[in-house]
C-alpha cells in the first residue's frame, strides 16, 4: 500500500474535517500547547498539543481552502509560535500567547471558518 493510499485510508477514518472550527482548533493549539508546556514544564508535551491542533486544523484548511490558503495559514500558525517568544519579553508570557492566538484565530476564521459555519455564528 502506498503513502497515498495509507493517508487517504486514514483520513476516511477521521471525523469530517469541518466538524469543529479550525479557528478553535488553533486558539487551543497555541494557548493550550503552552499551558502544557508551562503546567508540565516538559515543552516537548507542548509541542505535541501545538502540533496535533495544527494538523487538525490544517485538515480543515484544505479540506475547505486548498492548498494555497492551507499553506498560508500554516506559516501563519508557525510564525505565530514562534514570534511569541521574542513578543513575550516585551509584553509578557501569556499576553503574548493571546496576541498571536487572536492573529491566527481571527485569520483563520476570516478565510476559512466563516464560509462553513456562517450560520452557526
Known amino acids: 500500500m502506498s503513502t497515498?493510499?495509507?493517508?487517504?485510508?486514514?483520513?476516511a477514518a477521521l471525523p469530517s474535517?469541518?466538524?469543529?472550527?479550525?479557528?478553535?482548533?488553533?486558539?487551543a493549539g497555541l494557548i493550550g500547547g503552552y499551558g502544557v508546556a508551562r503546567l508540565t514544564k516538559v515543552r516537548s508535551l507542548g509541542g505535541v498539543a501545538l502540533l496535533a491542533c495544527g494538523v487538525a486544523a490544517g485538515r480543515t484548511w484544505l479540506a475547505s481552502a486548498g492548498p494555497a490558503t492551507t499553506a498560508g495559514l500554516s506559516t501563519l500558525y508557525i510564525a505565530g509560535f514562534g514570534l511569541s517568544h521574542p513578543l513575550a519579553?516585551?509584553?509578557?508570557?501569556?499576553?503574548s500567547v493571546l496576541a498571536v492566538?487572536?492573529?491566527?484565530?481571527?485569520?483563520s476564521w476570516a478565510l476559512v471558518d466563516r464560509h462553513n459555519f456562517a450560520d452557526a455564528a
Open 89 to 95: 519579553k516585551k509584553m509578557g508570557a501569556w499576553p
Open 101 to 107: 492566538t487572536a492573529v491566527n484565530a481571527g485569520a
Open 4 to 11: 497515498t493510499d495509507t493517508l487517504k485510508n486514514l483520513d
Open 17 to 27: 474535517p469541518v466538524a469543529v472550527p479550525s479557528s478553535v482548533l488553533v486558539a
